[in-house]
């Protein structure tokens, strides 16, 4: 059998470049597709290439150039894709780029994996907000948190079986990405497979208002700098650190033909669930100042409550969390303690609605 090689689509980011040190470090080769435009992005690729500099292959580009992806997606034996636009904000401003890198981006790696002779493993980062702003969920407040009224839906989460209503231009991005990996299975009998991600953080995430908000907030309290809630503070996610989903993608990998034509919803499930106001509570305890706050208004498309139903995919590979959030936390903040100046570049956006 020929040597393995893993493409990793957005591989020098937050997600990638840990997924990348896995693989790498078990002596897999690896092959990263990256435009490097992400704050941050510049100082992780240099980590793994200090690292694992004979076997890591890099491709400077962007997924929306289909002979750069071509390229990229020769000789591998899997594809995790993970670059994309993530702001839902962003994709308010600028919907055909967001449309261009989410949809079209993710139509270039399929149709490159499907041209190979023998077509890899692919697996595409999708998102919660398939599902919509969840508005139809009935909730009651609970201390400082919302919880569904719905005792189901309050020990187990949102499943799979919810319908799909994409909001916002990055919801519909997104969603159509998702589609598109689930149908090519079906139509074209290929191994693919997408995880609908909560909220991930950990090691090497930069934060900013639009994407990795918990990282995003440990970084205002490091540099004494206020943050400001869209919302009422009390909106829900499950948190999944990184070294979990790591794993749950090296599960999907090794189960791939029974998972193919599926999506999971993926994140920390009701026992790492924490709203806004507990994380302030949390950063609280480690850094011994609570940071100063204020409140806006709610942001299109905002969710009150999510809360993934992971246990599709646990009894599909038998994965489960490990890393409980106060732990979790806890190494964050350590870890951004010592490398935060990295976020620097995106350290002008300071508010933060969970999305």
Not at 124 to 139: P, Q, R, W
Not at 225 to 233: A, C, F, K, S, V
Not at 298 to 317: K, L, N, P
């Amino acid at each position: 059998m020929s040597e393995q090689l893993s493409l990793i689509t957005g591989g020098a980011g937050f997600i990638g470049c840990n997924l990348a040190q896995r693989l790498l470090s078990s002596g897999r080769k690896v092959r990263i597709l990256d435009n490097l435009t992400r704050p941050g992005v510049e100082q992780n690729l240099q980590w793994l290439r200090d690292q694992h500099l004979d076997r890591l292959q890099v491709v400077v580009g962007d997924i929306r150039d289909e002979a750069t992806v071509n390229r990229a997606v020769a000789g591998t034996t899997q594809v995790f894709h993970f670059a994309a636009q993530v702001a839902v904000t962003t994709s308010l401003d600028k919907p055909r780029d967001d449309f261009l890198v989410n949809a079209q981006g993710t139509f270039n790696v399929l149709e490159a994996v499907r041209a190979r002779p023998v077509p890899p493993f692919m697996l595409m980062t999708s998102t919660n907000k398939v599902y919509g702003d969840l508005a139809d969920l009935e909730l009651q407040p609970a201390g400082q948190q919302y919880q569904p009224t719905n005792l189901a839906t309050r020990a187990r989460g949102v499943s799979e079986a919810r319908p799909l209503d994409f909001h916002s231009p990055y919801g519909c991005s997104k969603g159509a990405a998702d589609q598109y990996v689930l149908d090519y299975a079906r139509s074209y009998g290929l191994a693919t497979a997408v995880f609908r991600m909560s909220c991930i953080y950990g090691p090497r995430q930069f934060g900013t208002e639009d994407q990795g908000w918990v990282a995003h907030f440990i970084l205002r309290a490091l540099r004494g700098e206020p943050i400001t809630l869209y919302g009422d503070g009390k909106q829900v996610r499950d948190v999944l650190f990184i070294d979990d989903l790591v794993q749950a993608f090296l599960l999907a990998e090794q189960n791939a033909d029974q998972i193919a034509g599926r999506a999971f919803n993926i994140g920390g499930g009701p026992s790492n669930a924490i709203s806004l106001l507990d994380l302030l509570d949390r950063i609280e305890a480690l850094h011994g100042v609570r940071p100063a706050t204020a409140f806006d208004a709610w942001r299109t498309g905002d969710q009150r409550y999510y809360v993934s139903d992971t246990r599709a995919f646990e009894t599909a590979t038998g994965w489960k969390q490990r890393v409980r959030a106060a732990d979790g936390i806890g190494r964050l903040y350590d870890w951004l303690k010592t490398h935060r100046t990295a976020g620097t570049a995106s350290a002008a956006l300071h508010a933060v609605g969970a999305h």
